[in-house]
């Protein structure tokens, strides 16, 4: 059987003027005289230092997201220098493939985000997506905001 590996390497620059851990604060986004400053920046060997994994599936797909240190062991996550990778993991159970999933633990009310991607997989089984979440109340309820997303061999 062939065995292909694809990636994600991504750095995401959060740029705010109002920003929080897990809140919100007041602001006006129609204020003429609001700048932007460097807030939060994720890349190379810190990327996943602001985001938790979160191993729950709540499509009932076919995939086992794993946690931090399991994903390292499994090589479905790697650091650099430069660099942050998510892959395709291997086979875990009953045609489930490992994965990761993970969310900021910032959050902003305004805010103007800069990801840079060297590479996004595609092809039969992959789901990747960055996307914004509504505040104080948990997914689905809440909506969101995709920014990217691709869904097997179909675009954005």
């Known amino acids: 059987a062939e065995s292909t590996t694809t990636q994600t390497t991504a750095t995401v620059t959060a740029t705010t003027s109002t920003s929080t851990t897990r809140g919100l604060t007041p602001g006006c986004m129609e204020n003429s005289s609001w700048t932007y400053h460097l807030d939060w920046s994720a890349k190379g060997e810190s ?10 599936d709540f499509n009932h797909g076919s995939v086992q997201y794993l946690a931090k ?9 790697n650091t650099s220098k ?3 990778i998510m892959r395709i993991g291997p086979w875990a159970y009953w045609h489930h493939r490992k994965s990761v999933k993970i969310v900021s633990t910032r959050a902003w009310k305004y805010f103007l985000v800069i990801m840079k991607f060297s590479h996004v997989p595609h092809g039969c089984g992959v789901w990747p997506a960055f996307w914004s979440l509504g505040p104080y109340t948990p997914w689905p309820n809440s909506g969101e905001f995709d920014v990217l997303e691709f869904v097997n061999s179909e675009g954005s």
């Open 69 to 77: 240190e399991q994903a390292f062991k499994d090589q479905v996550i």
């Open 47 to 56: 990327f996943f230092d602001d985001f938790e994994f979160d191993t729950r």
């Open 82 to 84: 430069s660099s942050a």
